[in-house]
């Protein structure tokens, strides 16, 4: 009976191990079932949401399109220069992820400014080389305003508008995006918060798994 | 004769234990401002400074130049109250930003954030109080 009792346990324990491992991202926003036909059969399939194309210009003045993202994953979000609230958290803890997978070829940091008067790309890179990034791996875009509030609200799903009620005129929120190699949203984390940040390094880890590891 | 001495002996405690709770008001006192000065770094420094007080590239300077804060020390109530712009050297580097002020510190909140700051991440200084903190506010610039 004993013996029943510990197989039974440890068969538990090995299972959610296994669990564990084999994890897989959800893959969030909005979704849509379609029919397809493959082999005289009719198949349910399912579109998720992407990231529609864009193109921006980076700290260097140089354009910044979705192909820049092509197969590879990246984590992106929006802030401000001259923000005195949040910001200083997020970028403080992006820091540290980037500096976590600094030149892997797989990942890419993509920050939109969302003070489009004033964070020019030549603001931007005094920004950059304050906070001590080198090269593109992390680009910091500037648009207009209708393609960066709108894809942030649309496509990433980060609320970010510009109200007068603000001390700073900008009101945003502090989100971490994680968006695969098929340009769907596989994750979302407060990027002030220490223990979530973490969380999206464990994330980037089984994404790039996920995505890489029957390539080689 | 005798009275004298119990006279003296009794001078002698009354005057140590005078000098004794003297000492422990200051230390109690001391806790106090550090642990509300811990409290309000965190709601109003924090996100800048960091909480290990190396700030943040050369974005925003750290806090752990004792030498810096030492000499700056009477001008550290104003800097908080009013913030701050223009080129410091910190560790002997440059940092060009804006901090802003803190205009909804009390002088006493101020004091509290200082004793903070000039006891952590590797600073020891002495005690500041409210009445430091008042007097070094009127002669800001």
Redesign the interface.
């Known amino acids: 009976m004993k013996k029943v009792v510990l197989v039974a346990i440890a068969s538990l324990i090995f299972q959610s191990c296994v669990n564990t491992s084999e994890r897989k991202l959800p893959i969030l926003g909005e979704r849509e079932p379609v029919e397809k036909t493959v082999d005289g059969k009719l198949l349910i399939d399912t579109i998720y949401q992407t990231v529609p194309a864009f193109s921006y210009f980076n700290q260097d003045s140089i354009p910044v399109t979705n192909k820049d993202f092509d197969n590879k994953i990246y984590v992106t979000d929006f802030f401000f220069t001259?923000c005195?609230?949040?910001c200083?958290?997020m970028?403080?803890n992006m820091?540290n992820v980037y500096t976590k997978f600094k030149g892997n070829p797989k990942v890419k940091f993509l920050s939109h400014t969302i003070d489009i008067k004033y964070d020019l790309p030549s603001k931007l890179k005094s920004?950059v080389s304050?906070?001590?990034i080198e090269g593109n791996q992390w680009e910091f875009v500037h648009g207009s305003r209708d393609s960066i509030f709108g894809i942030a609200a649309k496509s990433y799903l980060v609320s970010a508008f510009e109200d007068s009620a603000d001390p700073q005129g900008l009101v945003h929120q502090g989100w971490f995006i994680l968006v695969d190699t098929k340009k769907q949203l596989r994750g979302a984390y407060d990027g002030t918060k220490e223990d979530q940040v973490n969380q999206l390094m464990k994330d980037m880890e089984l994404l790039l798994k996920e995505e890489f590891d029957n390539e080689e | 004769m005798r009275n004298k001495l119990i006279y003296f002996i009794f001078l002698t405690i009354a005057f140590t234990s005078m000098i004794q709770s003297c000492q422990n008001e200051t230390s109690i006192n001391f806790k106090r401002y550090y642990v509300n000065g811990k409290g309000l770094y965190e709601k109003n420094c924090q996100?800048?400074h960091?909480s290990d007080g190396k700030g943040?590239?050369?974005?925003?300077p750290p806090l752990t130049d004792s030498s810096y804060l030492n000499l700056k020390r009477n001008k550290l109530a104003c800097i908080i109250r009013n913030g701050q712009t223009g080129t410091v050297r910190v560790n002997n580097i440059a940092y060009d930003?804006?901090m802003?002020g803190n205009q909804t510190l009390a002088d006493i909140d101020i004091a509290q954030v200082i004793v903070y700051i000039t006891n952590s991440f590797g600073n020891k200084q002495d005690f500041y109080d409210s009445e430091f903190a008042k007097n070094d506010l009127v002669k800001c610039k």
């Not at chain 2, 943040?56 to 925003?60: A, E, F, I």
């Open positions: 001259s005195n609230t949040i200083p958290i970028h403080r820091l920004y304050k906070l001590g | 996100n800048c960091g943040l590239g050369t974005l925003y930003g804006i802003p």
